[in-house]
């Protein structure tokens, strides 16, 4: 059981986390770095001032775009830990799971990750005014935790009562309210931070599929493969 849980996670995670990586390059990174040239100052704009929604970016960079694949791999080997976990506890309540399957555990994945937390604290670009750092730590883990056990009652529980407790967790981070800053204040277009916004959730979603799908995929290969070694 622990070598195909291993198996199954290194291999989903790795993979998947190889392939988002190179998509945030792509479509992430780039608005990245043009909000930091507001950031830093290197581009400036005014209200409804018109300015350049095509700058000149820094270029490939080896050791920057590199580190930021491999952290990538590390960071959805971590998230495929939890999700093979997660998999194989379903399985012992009787879930199917294999590639196929493996999508609907990536998307409850992203809600649990990203869409849950991201409905009240949505990701940021750099020069934004936030609240402090700690606050809003808590609460993305506390938000992500509920989240989480409100989509395994929904998945497994068996009458109203676990579905009425999975729609109070689901409600209750946002009736509460993420942490916000006392007031408003940047130099970064929104029309950037909206464009990240959504590039952020769109290649959130595409990584936990890929995500469910091969964990899915490896975990059933792996367990074939026991049954046949037995």
């Known amino acids: 059981m622990t070598t195909r849980f291993l198996i199954s996670a290194l291999f989903s995670g790795a993979s998947a986390g190889l392939i988002i990586g190179l998509l945030q390059l792509v479509f992430v990174q780039p608005v990245l770095l043009h909000a930091e040239l507001y950031e830093t100052g290197a581009l400036v704009h005014f209200g409804a001032e018109a300015v350049s ?3 000149e970016l820094p270029g490939f960079d080896l ?14 080997t971590g998230y495929a830990l ?4 997660a998999m194989s506890f379903g399985e012992e309540r009787g879930a199917q799971i294999d590639g196929r399957w493996g999508i609907l555990w990536g998307v409850a994945g992203f809600v649990a990750f990203h869409l849950a937390p991201g409905f009240s604290l949505a990701p940021e670009v750099p020069g934004v005014a936030a609240a402090d750092v700690m606050p809003r730590q808590i609460w993305w ?3 992500v935790a509920a989240a989480g056990v409100a989509l395994w009652l929904l998945a497994f529980g068996t009458n109203w009562v676990a579905w009425g407790a999975a729609a109070i967790l689901l409600a209750a981070p946002h009736l509460v309210g993420a942490p916000q800053p006392d007031s408003f204040a940047g130099p970064v277009p929104t029309e950037i931070g909206a464009l990240f916004a959504a590039r952020a959730f ?29």
């Not at 939890?82 to 976990?85: R, Y």
């Not at 769109?202 to 037995?230: C, D, K, N, T």
Request: zero cysteines; glycine letters at 12%; charged letters at 10%.
């Open 53 to 55: 929604a095509h700058p």
């Open 63 to 76: 050791m920057r775009d590199g580190l930021s694949v491999i952290f990538t791999m590390l960071t959805y």
């Open 82 to 85: 939890i999700l093979t976990a």
């Open 141 to 143: 883990f506390a938000t």
């Open 202 to 230: 769109g290649v959130g979603l595409i990584a936990w599929v890929l995500l469910g799908s091969f964990a899915g995929y490896f975990w059933q290969r792996e367990g074939e493969h026991a049954a046949q070694s037995a």
